[in-house]
Structures are given as C-alpha cells and as structure tokens.
C-alpha cells in the first residue's frame, strides 16, 4: 500500500494520484504540481489515503505546494486569454487557407505555451499557420489533432436521455462500446438512437451490459417458439428488468397474449423460430457509429 493524493486539472473527470507533500491536503483543495507538460494547477477531489501498489504507477510525483492567491490569478488571467486566443487562431487558420476547426485552446501554468486544440478529416500541413501563431503570441506552440469523440468531450453539450454528455462530466477515460451492447438490451437499431452527439455510439450503452448480457442467457429470443404452463406460443417481447417474457398462444380460433416470468417458460430447440421484426443497420452506418 502506498500513500496518495488524487487530484483533477480543470474540468476534467480522471482522478491522477501524486505523492503527498508536507503539507495536509483536504478535498477542494487548489495544488501546484509538477506533470510531463510542466507546473499545472489542479484541485485536490481525494484527500491523503492508501491504494494498493498495482494501482499506481511509480514512483509518484509529489505536489509541490498548495496555490496561492497568485497561482489562482494566473489561471484566472489564462482563462480570460482563451477566447481572444481561439479568435485569432481561427483568423490565422482563414488567412492559411487551412480546412480545419479550432476546437479548444489551453495556455500553460508557466505561461510558456499555448496548446491548440483542432479537428480535420485528413492530415494538415499548419507549419506555416504555426509560424503565424508564434509570431502573434510570442509563445512556444502547440497544434493537436483530436477525433470527434475528444472534440465532445472537451466541448460538452446536452445527450439524447437530457443529461450532459457522460465524456465531459463523469467518464474518466472512454469506454469501448459495440453494436451487441444495444442488441443485448433490445434496442432499436437505428443509428438515431442509439448514437450520441459525436455520432458515435453512446457510451452509456456499456454501464448496464454486464446485467444485460447475463439476462440474456436466461430468457428466450424474440421470434423463437416456447412452451408455457398455458400452452406453446411464440416470444413477443422479452423485459429483461423483470425477467418477464410475453408470448402469443394461439388455441383454435382464439389468439392470446400473456406474461410469464423468465422460469417457467421452456425453449423449444426443435422447430423453426418466427422471424422477429428488427430494423436493419445497413454496413455504412454501423461503420459510421463505430470508427
């Protein structure tokens, strides 16, 4: 077991562990530390605990100090850069005839850098939008391709379900998601719903599919013929939050439709299954939601 901090840069969601300093940290707690970039400024989200040796990655880090009043009008005075910063990048990128999208900027602690943040379709030679950069800012800079999933994250916005995206307020690192996490949990294949604001599938598809994909291995398919204490019918629909399966008997001349729970209705293996009515995903979208 070894001691550490947890701390967050900005807004961000990942917790990283440092080295506890002399000083005692409480948790809301503004710190100066030291990372691969440089000095940063970041707030302390886990005071001084133990973690298990094969959580952490040594040797630590350790904070350097706590910030002062200073440190905090610094970061301030870079915040209130940012925007005219982005305007002029975005006038430099029209001046070089660039096609790409300036996204987000970040100037370092130090204040020896300005990192730009930027999204394309393909590679983009801006060694001459670099030079027009540096001569205006007088700064060391930075030019970073993101892809579109990151672009959210870092730009944020309101899901599908009327939340914020989970990428920009809870989700540390994205989560690897794919199509049989929507078919496990019987949602309707269209790239609509089940895509987020980047187009891509929606990671929250991934929090419940443990349970989904357990359930699904104890209920019948949609389509498929069972038996029931009522008679054999054949699945209509399947809630995997009750373990409930409705089926469609029919007897004689009459047609009925009941509810049974999960245990009491037997999959036939012979015989051929209905074919269960599922929107198609054509190759092209389900490319779309996965790159």
Same mark, same amino acid.
């Given at each position: 077991?070894?001691?550490?901090?947890?701390?967050? &840069?900005?807004?961000?969601?990942?917790?990283?562990?440092?080295?506890? =300093?002399?000083?005692?940290?409480?948790?809301? $707690?503004?710190?100066?530390?030291?990372?691969?970039?440089?000095?940063?400024?970041? $707030?302390?989200?886990?005071?001084?605990?133990?973690?298990? !040796?094969?959580?952490?990655?040594?040797?630590? @880090?350790?904070?350097?100090?706590?910030?002062?009043?200073?440190?905090?009008?610094?970061?301030?005075?870079?915040?209130?850069?940012? *925007?005219?910063?982005?305007?002029?990048?975005? /006038?430099?990128? *029209?001046?070089?005839?660039?096609?790409?999208?300036?996204?987000?900027? %970040? &100037?370092?602690?130090?204040?020896?850098? +300005?990192? &730009?943040?930027?999204?394309?379709?393909?590679? +983009? !030679?801006? #060694?001459?939008?670099? @030079? %027009?950069?540096?001569?205006?800012?007088?700064?060391?800079? /930075?030019?970073?391709?993101?892809?579109?999933?990151?672009?959210?994250?870092?730009? =944020? =916005?309101?899901?599908?379900?009327?939340?914020?995206?989970?990428?920009?307020?809870?989700?540390?690192? &994205?989560?690897? +998601?794919?199509?049989?996490?929507?078919?496990?949990?019987?949602?309707?294949?269209?790239?609509? @719903?089940?895509?987020?604001?980047?187009?891509?599938?929606?990671?929250?598809?991934?929090? %419940?599919?443990?349970?989904?994909?357990?359930?699904?291995?104890?209920?019948?398919?949609?389509?498929? %013929?069972?038996?029931?204490?009522?008679?054999?019918?054949?699945? +209509?629909?399947?809630?995997?939050?009750?373990? /409930?399966?409705?089926?469609?008997?029919?007897?004689?001349?009459?047609?009925?439709?009941?509810?049974?729970?999960?245990?009491?209705? @037997?999959? #036939?293996?012979?015989?051929?299954?209905?074919?269960?009515?599922?929107?198609?995903?054509?190759?092209?979208?389900?490319?779309?939601?996965?790159?």
């Amino acid at each position: 077991m070894e001691k550490i901090v947890g701390v967050k &840069f900005k807004n961000g969601c990942k917790v990283y562990y440092f080295a506890p =300093g002399k000083d005692t940290y409480e948790r809301g $707690t503004d710190v100066i530390v030291e990372t691969a970039r440089g000095m940063e400024y970041a $707030t302390v989200v886990l005071p001084e605990t133990e973690v298990a !040796d094969d959580k952490i990655v040594s040797p630590l @880090k350790p904070i350097v100090r706590i910030a002062t009043e200073k440190d905090r009008e610094t970061v301030k005075r870079n915040e209130e850069r940012k *925007e005219g910063a982005m305007k002029l990048a975005r /006038e430099k990128v *029209e001046k070089c005839g660039l096609v790409m999208k300036i996204i987000d900027c %970040e &100037f370092a602690f130090d204040g020896s850098k +300005v990192t &730009f943040y930027f999204s394309a379709d393909g590679r +983009v !030679d801006f #060694r001459e939008l670099v @030079k %027009e950069l540096s001569s205006a800012f007088r700064l060391r800079i /930075e030019l970073r391709q993101i892809g579109i999933r990151d672009e959210i994250k870092l730009v =944020g =916005g309101i899901a599908p379900c009327g939340r914020e995206c989970c990428c920009s307020t809870c989700m540390p690192d &994205f989560r690897k +998601v794919s199509i049989k996490m929507a078919k496990n949990q019987g949602l309707s294949l269209n790239p609509g @719903k089940i895509s987020g604001l980047c187009g891509r599938l929606m990671c929250c598809l991934s929090y %419940e599919n443990d349970y989904y994909a357990e359930a699904c291995k104890k209920v019948p398919k949609v389509g498929s %013929e069972v038996d029931t204490p009522e008679g054999r019918g054949h699945v +209509v629909s399947v809630n995997m939050l009750k373990m /409930e399966v409705k089926v469609k008997i029919e007897q004689k001349d009459a047609v009925t439709y009941r509810d049974f729970p999960a245990e009491q209705v @037997k999959f #036939r293996r012979g015989g051929a299954p209905v074919k269960a009515e599922e929107e198609e995903i054509s190759e092209e979208e389900l490319k779309n939601l996965l790159d």
